[in-house]
């Protein structure tokens, strides 16, 4: 014990950068954030935590800490795919997916460019067929996709193949008939 | 029984089979499924992903397109399911977002209706005893693993009918349809969902993990209720060759579905599972 506290150095004081952060994801995510005592079981049962840069508990403690901007700057928010694992799990019921989607929302108000472009630009076009037509066209969002990320056809061609000559992507849309009533949500979003 | 039924998007397109089946099993069961009017996509991951609030309020004219019909709403796949879920819970506890919800979609919210997965549906309305009386070829050799995926039984304060960690609904399903089911420990593991065109290589780990798990587990196919993870599963295998059912096809072809049929529905899958059902005597 005594050994144990000569070595220990006096901790820096915690300081956090911007106090009102963790309160505006709390209202805007209605998960109560500040509760996180960081047992990390939802980073321990996150499916895509081996590739994010941040763990899910450590994104739990940037928001208390207030550290937006590597927050909103990083490949975790992303890389979430709201399975809801770690909300189920989770000891102080936070679903933290929830804060996941608001980090995202406030990284595209704000500009941010998104760490993971190849995820943010299926997003846009899946969701650029919904406000086109109502409901999703899988040819269309594709080639809306390759468009703007022509990098990944080599990687994905091969799925695409396959799906398409068993007749699954090769359809014509069906567009619903009050597709105004659908846009008119969009434009409420602001997409 | 009948209910209102919102098909999805994807149940005309890759989960073509899905949705065919889907309608061939519940026939059989005398379940009626009445198809919402003009219904619009979900926005599945996408859209909560772009905005919280687009999200519930796609799902929200769907809800109120099922106002009038006082029924409940029947869903087969799981990521329309808990998107419907979320905002028919949020309509249903949230004064103001259903007012405001009203007023710009035009429908009045009573609530009487709840939504429903199929597999709920299945054991808590039809009852496994009915799918035991109809079926007609039980699945005998047909080990199966039941992989319910992330979304279908989560959250656990909105679904409710199943255990969130190591659900037994449709192993149920699958045991009174005479399938011999495997047990395994990764019924609710993430198979990367909609990662699939983006981050492939995230879920060739994830969904290459699953066959591998199952395989391990002695289970000669596996079986999903959710066109994503039955895209990922199926045409992202590296050479395991494990046939990746929908429970809707086992129910169908347990059922007495016509042969053509059944065949139209198989011809779908990458990894082809007719060998397995011909060499077991159920093609």
């Given amino acids: 014990m005594e050994a144990m506290t000569a070595t220990m150095t006096t901790p820096a004081p915690i300081s956090v950068a911007d106090p009102t952060f963790a309160w505006t994801i709390q209202a805007r995510s209605h998960e109560p954030v500040m509760r996180c005592f960081y047992c990390q079981k939802c980073s321990i049962g996150c499916p895509t935590a081996f590739a994010m840069d941040y763990q899910p508990a450590q994104v739990l403690k940037m928001v208390q800490l207030g550290q937006k901007g590597a927050l909103l700057k990083s490949r975790a928010i992303w890389l979430c795919i709201g399975c809801e694992t770690c909300g189920t799990r989770c000891p102080n019921d936070i679903r933290i997916n929830n804060v996941m989607d608001v980090l995202k929302e406030i990284a595209l108000e704000e500009g941010a460019t998104p760490a993971e472009k190849t995820v943010y630009a299926l997003h846009r076009s899946f969701l650029n067929s919904i406000k086109r037509f109502g409901r999703l066209h899988e040819l269309t969002m594709l080639a809306e996709y390759i468009l703007h990320v022509p990098q990944k056809l080599p990687a994905e061609i091969g799925i695409g193949w396959a799906l398409f000559v068993r007749g699954k992507v090769l359809h014509l849309w069906s567009a619903i008939k009050e597709r105004g009533a659908v846009r008119k949500l969009f434009d409420r979003a602001g997409l | ?283």
């Fill in chain 2, 1 to 283: 029984m009948q209910y209102t039924y919102y098909p999805g998007c994807t149940s005309e397109t890759t989960a073509y089979e899905f949705g065919r089946s889907t309608e061939a099993a519940c026939k059989a069961l005398d379940i009626e499924l009445i198809e919402l009017k003009d219904w619009n996509c979900c926005g599945a991951t996408s859209a909560h992903s772009m905005s919280l609030q687009l999200n519930y309020e796609l799902s929200a004219r769907t809800v109120g397109l099922a106002q009038e019909a006082r029924l409940d709403m029947a869903v087969a796949c799981p990521g329309c399911y808990q998107r419907v879920l979320n905002s028919d819970h949020r309509l249903r506890s949230d004064e103001a977002f259903r007012r405001e919800m009203e007023q710009v979609l035009g429908f009045e919210y009573n609530g009487q209706g709840r939504i429903r997965h199929l597999l709920d549906i299945l054991t808590n309305d039809v009852s496994l005893e009915t799918v035991r009386q109809k079926t007609v070829k039980p699945l005998k050799g047909l080990k199966p693993v039941a992989y319910y995926g992330c979304v279908l039984v989560r959250p656990p304060s909105l679904t409710g009918w199943d255990d969130p960690e190591h659900p037994a609904l449709m192993d149920g399903v699958l045991e009174a349809l005479g399938a011999e089911v495997t047990a395994w420990s990764h019924k609710v593991d993430c198979c990367g969902a909609s990662l699939t065109l983006n981050r492939s290589d995230i879920v060739k780990t994830l969904s290459n993990q699953l066959v591998d798990h199952a395989l391990e587990a002695g289970a000669n196919c596996l079986v999903t209720v959710c066109g994503m993870c039955h895209i990922n599963l199926d045409a992202r295998q590296a050479g395991q060759n494990l046939p990746v059912f929908y429970l809707t096809e086992l129910m169908g072809l347990a059922f007495g579905a016509p042969a053509k049929d059944v065949a139209k529905w198989m011809k779908k899958h990458v990894v082809d599972g007719r060998p397995l059902l011909k060499s077991l005597e159920l093609l």
